[in-house]
């Protein structure tokens, strides 16, 4: 088992930056491939990016590209959102996500956390 936690959300003015981290324990943190993914109210959970077990390779969702990095500390079981130029339609509850696969269908993530609530005001 993984147990993640998020933290880091809060409120926002548009143009603002916010810092996400996910804290995992329980299994070996660098074995797994680790994701954020983000659900607005009446909306379906979406993709915001991933990051490989060693941290070299990521990938983003297009609505981010270019605004937000993610990043994993191995020695800390860590792994961060950095969210820049924030706008209202980032508004949403954001996850992380752990699997043991190299690449992960969709949201077939093996764990997840609760979530933190980001909310961006315009």
């Known amino acids: 088992q993984v147990q993640l936690v998020e933290s880091g959300g809060g409120l926002v003015q548009a143009g603002g930056s916010l810092r996400l981290s996910c804290a995992a324990s329980g299994r070996t943190f660098s074995n797994y491939v680790m994701g954020w993914f983000r659900q607005a109210p009446g909306k379906e959970r979406e993709f915001v990016a991933r990051?490989?077990?060693?941290?070299?390779?990521?990938y983003y969702g297009d609505s981010v590209k270019g605004r937000f990095t993610i990043s994993r500390d191995n020695a800390k079981n860590t792994v961060y959102l950095q969210m820049n130029s924030l706008k209202p339609e980032d508004t949403a509850v954001y996850y992380c996500a752990a699997d043991r696969r190299t690449v992960v269908p969709g949201l077939k993530y093996d764990y997840w956390g609760q979530g933190t609530q980001v909310t961006v005001s315009s």
């Open positions: 990051i490989s077990r060693s941290g070299g390779t990521t």
